[in-house]
C-alpha cells in the first residue's frame, strides 16, 4: 500500500511566529489529559524556545526590512531572519545555492539590518 501525501500549501514563518503558534498547540495538548504530547512537537518547542529571541511583530519587520533589499526574496528573508548571520560567511552559506554572488556592499546591507535586531 503506497499513500501519497498532497501538498495544500505553503507558508513561511520566522522563529517567532511558530513559537507563538507552538506554544497554543501545546497549550490544547496539555488541556487534554489523554492526549500525550509527541517527541517531534516537543523537540520542536525545545528549538524555538532556544532560538527565537523576537516576539512575532519585531520579526515581521525585520523580514520586512530585508525584503526592501534588493538581493533578497522571501525564502531567503526568512531563513536570514531565523538564522541571523553574524558576519560574511554565514551570510555566503545562506546564498550558497543560488546563481548568483553578493559583494561585499550588498552582503553588508544585509548584515547591517541584521544588526538592528541582534
Known sequence: MTIFKEKVGEEYLTLAET???LESLERERAADEDREMRYELARAIEHVNRFATLDPEESQEFVDELLDLEKVDEATAYKIANTMPKDRDELRAIY????FSLSGDELDDILDVVAKYV
Request: charged fraction near 55%.
Open 96 to 99: 550558497a545555492q543560488e546563481r
Open 19 to 21: 513559537k507563538e503558534i
